[in-house]
């Protein structure tokens, strides 16, 4: 038998476990399997060991994407290698994929598939069971193991069509515990639901084109509303965040899951990018606005057309386009959340994030319903892109161990708040995140549903003299009050935020 393992991936905000949930639609009727969320479970050892004595479990797929589900996967995976060494430990997901050496190195993975796991996954037990038939391990898709001293990748499989993905087994979860903690702004029970796979966009900074290099399918209009109708009707849920890379590439397919979901009166949520969605006609917008979408995330990324080259962002991207945006989005009522990632590895970095502090402003002033999301550069393992080279060339260099990954000082790198990039002063750290309190005080974010009223005066006032007179340093009253009213500020861990 078999355990899927979502290790705790945030102090708030979690959602359904799409990834594993995936892989466990391609175990039904093969094998026996578990889905375990640490999220949901709070003494996880307790209950993976109980399980694996109980249920004779051999094998333990644990997904991983940075930061806490980084720390909290280490830390399980070595706990139960100790406890239960005969059982197999197989990672998978966004760490791995991108540092599969690191992961093996550690004596507690056994092997680690890269990419998309769905048919790689089935493959590997496959040939551990001793089926007959089975494919080798040179055989399995994006398989990387320890032979002899030796590590061994092989290549990635191909992207798996979404269309060939069955029905999830939602039944395999405890979705009223999900459900019920979900209210957003886009509505009550919100679930967090993938249609489509990669993204057809190369930007160097993005761990998703470090993965998918450039490919994006996306499941089928009908088989999407099919599936949210599914959920509505037998979960009962309110809203859909569609956690896509790139949910809107096409338009076509967009405006046709607008159309086809309309009836079910959800709000929703998807990310995009500025360019492609100023393209789409006015009916597209009208027919996405009609159907519920309350909220875009859009990667706006840099006020610099020059970092943007740098950035690799590719289409037809300027700092022009997303104040475009900010003026269409406003029309249509639809509130766009702007992703900015400031301190590029450039020779400029003061004025670079001068400049995007007064570009955020510019945005502001047409669109002040607009979220603003500051991240800072981290880099990510995309060898062939220019920002990772450029990184390299100023002195910045990955952990090479696990243990390093979850030390201390890398814990801020993966929250993309403050890594550690040579080029990257404490100086500009402060500038910009007092930046971001004062922002986030003269203008509150509409998704912390309990900041309104008074709250949200008081956080207005007290924020209007500093932003209006760009003194941002030393916001000591902001953060007093903000913590005092438990603030919830457009940051880094949920998508639409609870309330
Ligand atoms: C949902 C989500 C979350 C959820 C939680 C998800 C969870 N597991 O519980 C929340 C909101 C908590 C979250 C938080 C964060 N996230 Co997040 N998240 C996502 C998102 C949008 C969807 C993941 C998903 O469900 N995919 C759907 C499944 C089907 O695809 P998949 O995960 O790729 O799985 C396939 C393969 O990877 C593989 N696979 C996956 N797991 C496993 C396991 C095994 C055993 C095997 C064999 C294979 C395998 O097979 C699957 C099927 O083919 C992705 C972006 C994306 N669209 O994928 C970002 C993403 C993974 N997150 C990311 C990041 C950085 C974070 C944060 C660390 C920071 C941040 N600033 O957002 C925070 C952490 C917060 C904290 N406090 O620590 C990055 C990772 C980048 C990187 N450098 O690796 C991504 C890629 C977003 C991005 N574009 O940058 N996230
Ligand atoms: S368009 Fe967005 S998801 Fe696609 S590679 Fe660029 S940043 Fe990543």
Request: one cysteine or more; aromatic letters at 12%; charged letters at 25%.
């Amino acid at each position: 038998m078999i355990i899927l393992l979502n290790p705790q991936s945030a102090k708030h905000g979690y959602r359904v476990p799409n990834s594993i949930l995936t892989l466990g639609a391609f175990l039904e009727g093969k094998y026996d399997y578990e889905i375990l969320d640490e999220n949901i479970n709070v003494n996880i050892i307790e209950t993976l060991s109980r399980v694996i004595r109980k249920k004779d479990i051999k094998y333990l797929g644990i997904t991983v994407m940075p930061a806490l589900q980084l720390h909290r996967s280490a830390a399980i995976s070595k706990k139960i290698k100790n406890l239960f060494p005969s059982v197999t430990i197989i990672w998978g997901g966004y760490f791995p994929t991108l540092h599969p050496n690191t992961v093996l190195k550690s004596h507690y993975v056994d092997y680690v598939i890269k990419g998309h796991a769905e048919f790689s996954f089935v493959e590997l037990i496959d040939n551990l069971e001793g089926k007959p038939n089975s494919k080798s391990f040179n055989e399995i898709k994006g398989l990387s193991y320890k032979k002899n001293e030796d590590i061994v990748h092989n290549p990635k499989s191909e992207i798996v069509n979404p269309d060939v993905i069955p029905l999830l087994p939602y039944h395999k979860l405890p979705m009223e515990k999900y459900l019920r903690i979900s209210k957003t702004y886009l509505g009550p029970r919100t679930v967090g639901y993938h249609s489509s796979v990669g993204c057809p966009f190369l930007c160097g900074f993005c761990a998703v084109a470090g993965v998918y290099k450039g490919r994006w399918i996306g499941r089928s209009a009908e088989l999407v509303a099919n599936d949210i109708r599914f959920l509505k009707q037998n979960y009962n849920i309110g809203a859909v965040e569609f956690h896509d890379n790139n949910f809107f590439v096409s338009e076509k397919r967009t405006y046709d899951i607008s159309e086809k979901i309309m009836d079910l009166n959800l709000g929703w949520w998807g990310e995009a990018r500025p360019d492609t969605t100023m393209k789409f006609s006015d009916d597209t917008w009208r027919m996405m606005r009609d159907s519920g979408c309350k909220m875009i995330f859009f990667g706006a990324e840099s006020s610099n057309d020059e970092i943007l080259k740098l950035m690799d962002k590719g289409g037809t991207q300027t700092s022009e386009t997303v104040l475009l945006l900010a003026e269409r989005s406003r029309k249509f009522g639809i509130v766009p959340e702007f992703s900015f990632v400031l301190g590029s590895p450039t020779n400029n970095v003061d004025t670079d994030i001068e400049n995007d502090i007064k570009y955020i402003k510019k945005v502001k002033k047409i669109n002040p319903d607009a979220e603003i999301i500051i991240y800072t550069y981290s880099p990510v393992n995309f060898e062939d892109s220019e920002m990772s080279l450029a990184s390299k060339m100023r002195g910045f260099d990955y952990p090479k161990t696990l243990e390093e990954w979850i030390s201390p000082e890398w814990a801020n790198f993966d929250m993309r708040k403050n890594p550690l990039t040579p080029w990257l002063k404490p100086e500009h750290f402060k500038r910009i995140r007092n930046f971001e309190k004062t922002l986030n005080a003269f203008y509150p974010t509409n998704s912390d549903l309990k900041i309104k009223g008074w709250k949200r005066q008081l956080l207005r006032a007290l924020g209007g003299w500093r932003y209006l007179s760009s003194i941002y340093a030393a916001p000591y009253e902001l953060r007093a009050v903000m913590k005092l009213l438990r603030y919830r500020q457009p940051e880094v861990e949920g998508f639409a935020f609870e309330k």
